[in-house]
């Protein structure tokens, strides 16, 4: 079979960008840079078939005056002629994964379009549009296979356990159970890189000259602040691989020498982290690895961040969310404002590059922001991101403010606009939360 995979691009709606002063237009982060690993894993599940793997976030940072999607989709589909296309969506990308999946019906109806990724997971029924044929929740990788062998058979797809079907006038789940699959373990899947080679110099960050890649080397998290999406898209579980699947994908990837772990939190399990770091500096396994490690951990375990450093962590991001203990609280987020210093304490002794990243609630005031303005401007940080809570659905945040909601347009479900009611002019709260990029002048770290 012929298969297709599209990567949806990334939504352009940022009013933080659109207010902030001209001042720190130059620093406010525009796009994440990587290549998708959900579809690359997605791509190393079909090797029996014939497949087609297209990143338009990469084609368009290669191409700044590339086509429409629609007429890049087109040619795609008239030059290709697959028999199925898949694309993937988080919420901000919902509807491109519709317009894709729109172009390629209108250019051959019978190609059978089945959507994947986080947004399906959290809402499969929302997922309901006239060109979606199949919805694939979950880790779903294996099941697109048998979805894909199902329609080589020219058997019914009814028979596939653990999808969505689309009636013509809603989404319908199939019958059965689908089998049970751990994706960091048995069910685990090299992601197949090299599809991607095309666009692997528009896989850069933070001024590095080199590609990075991403690797995961856990699923979900076991904290269960409010406002996130990756624990109820694991439903609250955390799946660790193992060291050795990394040190043998860590040693497959001579060509990026940048390895950004795609982690919710990098470190949960110290002991496998000091096994794996200790087997990376027996392999000699050189690279510059970047993490999301929560500031509480590396304010209680300094020894396990020198030894990271010692084996290539340079950049962490920490989500410090908010300085004020009764927001924290309000989040979940289970780890007190004082921890942020300790870490930044910790990070700044190992020569680790910071990224410390601030949560914009809707109510702030003048005053608020002038209080986190001086707080953040104390803290020594290379860099911080500011962006801003925004209820994303399917998390606990979205329920408890999905009355405050007054913009229903997922597009703008990317942290950089709000959609709730500010207590500022709409205008002057994302020209203050864009004025907040000017405190430590950042670039895209992540
Ligand atoms: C890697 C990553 C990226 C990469 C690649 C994504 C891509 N498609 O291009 C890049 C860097 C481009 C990216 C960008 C953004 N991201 Co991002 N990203 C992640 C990250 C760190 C890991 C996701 C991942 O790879 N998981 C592992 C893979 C294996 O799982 P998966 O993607 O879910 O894929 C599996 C299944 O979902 C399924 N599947 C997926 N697709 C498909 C398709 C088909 C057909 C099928 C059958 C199955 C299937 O099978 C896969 C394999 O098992 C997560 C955070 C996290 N730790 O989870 C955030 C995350 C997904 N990102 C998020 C966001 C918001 C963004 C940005 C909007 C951020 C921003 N403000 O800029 C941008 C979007 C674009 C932009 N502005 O540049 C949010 C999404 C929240 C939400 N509810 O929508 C997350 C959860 C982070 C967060 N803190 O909340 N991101
Ligand atoms: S914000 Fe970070 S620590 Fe909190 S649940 Fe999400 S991934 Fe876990």
Not at 121 to 135: A, M, N
Request: overall charge neutral; charged content about 25%.
């Amino acid at each position: 079979m012929k298969i297709l995979l599209i990567n949806t691009p990334r939504s352009p709606e940022n009013r933080i960008l659109e207010f902030a002063p001209d001042a720190a237009r130059p620093f406010i982060h525009r796009r994440l840079i990587g290549p998708p690993l959900g579809l690359m894993t997605v791509a190393a599940a079909l090797k029996d078939h014939e497949v087609l793997l297209f990143d338009t976030k990469g084609e368009f940072d290669l191409k700044p005056d590339h086509p429409s999607l629609s007429s890049l989709v087109h040619r795609l589909v008239s030059e290709f002629r697959p028999d199925v296309a898949g694309t993937t969506a988080i919420t901000s990308e919902l509807y491109f994964a519709w317009e894709i999946f729109q172009e390629v019906k209108n250019t051959d109806p019978r190609i059978v379009t089945v959507l994947g990724g986080l947004h399906p997971t959290l809402l499969p029924y929302d997922c309901f549009h006239p060109s979606v044929d199949v919805v694939c929740p979950g880790q779903s990788a294996h099941i697109f296979r048998n979805v894909v062998e199902a329609l080589e058979h020219k058997a019914s797809l009814a028979s596939v356990p653990g999808i969505l079907l689309n009636t013509g006038k809603e989404l319908k789940r199939t019958a059965g159970k689908p089998p049970s699959c751990d994706a960091a373990n048995a069910g685990y899947l090299m992601p197949d890189r090299e599809p991607l080679k095309r666009w692997i110099d528009t896989y850069k960050v933070g001024g590095n000259p080199f590609p990075s890649t991403y690797v995961f080397t856990s699923l979900g998290c076991p904290y269960k602040c409010t406002f996130c999406s990756i624990w109820p898209q694991f439903k609250g579980k955390y799946y660790q691989r193992t060291v050795e699947s990394l040190i043998a994908e860590l040693q497959s990837i001579p060509d990026y020498p940048v390895v950004r772990f795609a982690d919710a939190n990098s470190v949960v399990d110290l002991g496998f982290m000091n096994t794996l770091f200790d087997r990376i500096l027996e392999e000699g396994i050189s690279k510059t690895f970047v993490m999301d490690i929560r500031a509480d951990v590396a304010a209680k375990h300094p020894g396990i961040i020198r030894k990271m450093a010692k084996g290539g962590l340079k950049i962490v991001i920490c989500g410090f969310e908010s300085y004020r203990d009764e927001e924290l609280k309000k989040y979940r987020k289970d780890s007190p404002a004082s921890d942020i210093a300790e870490a930044i304490r910790v990070f700044n002794d190992n020569d680790i590059m910071i990224r410390g990243n601030y949560v914009i609630p809707n109510d702030y005031s003048e005053d608020d922001f002038k209080a986190l303005e001086e707080y953040s401007a104390s803290n020594p940080v290379v860099y911080a991101g500011y962006t801003i809570l925004t209820p994303m659905p399917g998390t606990v945040f979205y329920s408890q403010v999905k009355h405050q909601i007054t913009d229903h347009d997922y597009r703008k479900y990317n942290f950089f606009n709000s959609v709730m009611k500010t207590r500022l002019s709409y205008e002057k709260f994302h020209e203050r939360v864009g004025s907040l990029w000017l405190i430590k002048k950042g670039v895209d770290v992540i």
